[in-house]
């Protein structure tokens, strides 16, 4: 089983549609939730991220982790084309700057 | 964003040469990284460094080394190159410290072994 698992999609959803990204994983030791977007032929950049459990909003997004039952959740409110990209979950343990990847699910928003 | 470049950007080379990958940074984070990304498989780390002349494997690190001997410098080597070792490869970098976790990416090298 691996530890971080992630729908790699593609995800084509309607401009102005709410969007839910969703990671699994199994190391109870994971306090960070990283959520990258990568753009094509770009390199991952950071989009948010939360530290144990709860809800974290920071404009149109909003990161959500359940550490009961393991569950990262990213949403993405009124979709734009631009949305469109990679996002990839990453979680890490405290203290050893280094994280797992999930695979990244692929979002198109349609315009 | 972040200082952060790599170089070549991209490299095509033939399977049992040497291939040396270069990280550089000028924003002088503590810790540099480097991870390779194939289809399915996502981001995977290779190697990292916590400071100079101070690096410890990856998920991933067989037939790769590494070498820092400046703050700024993340070297990757790839002794002699083989056709499963074609993939995309980040350098990445952190400040590290409490809740300093953010990793910053670079523009990536995408790597050809014929």
């Known amino acids: 089983q691996k530890e971080v698992e992630q729908d790699p999609g593609p995800l084509s959803v309607p401009e102005g549609a709410i969007v839910s990204l969703n990671c699994t994983y199994s190391?109870?030791?994971?306090?960070?939730f990283m959520w990258y977007r990568q753009y094509s032929r770009k390199g991952p950049e950071l989009l948010m991220y939360t530290y144990s459990s709860g809800n974290k909003e920071d404009g149109r997004f909003t990161a959500q982790v359940d550490k009961s039952s393991k569950y990262i959740s990213l949403f993405i409110r009124d979709s734009q084309p631009s949305d469109s990209a990679t996002y990839l979950c990453?979680?890490?343990?405290?203290?050893?700057?280094?994280?797992?990847f999930g695979t990244g699910t692929r979002l198109k928003v349609l315009a | 964003d972040a200082g952060i470049t790599q170089s070549p950007r991209h490299k095509v080379t033939e399977t049992g040469t040497p291939v040396t990958l270069r990280c550089h940074q000028t924003?002088?984070?503590?810790?540099m990284y480097w991870y390779r990304q194939d289809p399915g498989h996502g981001l995977r780390l290779i190697h990292y460094s916590y400071g100079v002349k101070d690096t410890d494997k990856g998920e991933v690190s067989d037939g790769y080394s590494v070498s820092r001997s400046k703050t700024e410098d993340f070297l990757l080597t790839l002794e002699s190159a083989t056709s499963s070792q074609t993939s995309v490869y980040f350098c990445?970098?952190?400040?590290?410290?409490?809740?300093?976790?953010?990793?910053?990416f670079g523009p990536g090298t995408r790597l050809t072994v014929l």
């Open positions: 990445a970098i952190s400040e590290g410290g409490q809740g300093r976790v953010e990793q910053f």
């Open positions: 990453a979680p890490s343990t405290s203290g050893t700057y280094k994280y797992i």
């Open positions: 924003e002088n984070h503590r810790y």
């Open positions: 190391n109870s030791a994971f306090q960070y």
